[in-house]
């Protein structure tokens, strides 16, 4: 049974840089996509971008994209998201979340990691 | 970007009650949308896809509808653990986009 185990609480300083990562236990993403999604406190869910190991793609949110990098270890057990040009807004819990189903370029998505929290403060 | 719009923002509705959430994409999906519960500090879980097909587990009270640009979660009978935030997706199009939510909250 594959879980996906996030790193933990970051607090960070405006303009900087978060590396937050999501690692399959039990297995691999393989071939399935994995999107990131955050939400910041009290507000709804918010998709921030995805990576599809079978087609070795990425995508990302417009509003983001800029300074957002998702990429994968060689062995795809570990995604990662990286955040650069920290602003207070981007204070959420960022949860990485799998697809449903494999050979997809990121759809709807079963399993969740628990989330972590990166706080923007100065 | 496609913008989901979700209706209402807040439903107040006693147990036993049935429930219509609804869900409005700015342009065609394709019937590629769907829906999730979170409940209060809990993760989102996969309640809907491709409109209408539940995810393994789901309780048959919960069923989607609609097409196009337009869609309906419908909970037949709530029960306590339902009243939840819940969210549309849709996965049509790059970026993929989620609703604002409707909280399910008890009168």
């Known amino acids: 049974q594959v879980q996906l185990v996030q790193s933990g609480a970051e607090v960070k300083k405006p303009g900087s840089s978060v590396k937050v990562s999501c690692q399959a236990s039990g297995g691999t993403f393989n071939t399935y996509a994995v999107s990131w999604v955050r939400q910041a406190p009290g507000q709804g869910l918010e998709w921030v971008g995805a990576f599809s190991p079978i087609f070795g793609t990425t995508n990302y949110a417009q509003n983001i994209r800029d300074r957002v990098t998702i990429s994968a270890d060689e062995s795809t057990t570990t995604v990662y998201l990286e955040l650069s040009g920290l602003r207070f807004e981007d204070t959420a819990v960022y949860y990485c979340?799998?697809?449903?189903?494999?050979?997809?370029?990121?759809?709807?998505?079963?399993?969740w990691g628990r989330g972590t929290l990166v706080i923007v403060s100065s | 970007e496609i913008v989901m719009t979700q209706s209402p923002a807040t439903q107040s509705a006693s147990p036993g009650e049935r429930a219509t959430l609804s869900c409005r994409a700015s342009h065609n999906v394709n019937n590629k949308l769907a829906w999730y519960q979170q409940k209060s500090g809990q993760v989102p879980r996969l309640l809907i896809y491709?409109?209408?097909t539940r995810a393994t587990g789901v309780p048959a009270r919960f069923s989607g509808s609609g097409s196009g640009t337009e869609f309906t979660l419908t909970i037949s009978s709530l029960q306590s653990e339902d009243f939840a935030v819940y969210y549309c997706q849709q996965y049509d199009n790059w970026p993929r986009t989620f609703g604002q939510g409707t909280k399910v909250e008890i009168k």
């Open positions: 979340a799998r697809d449903h189903i494999p050979a997809g370029a990121s759809r709807y998505f079963d399993l």
């Open positions: 491709g409109a209408s």
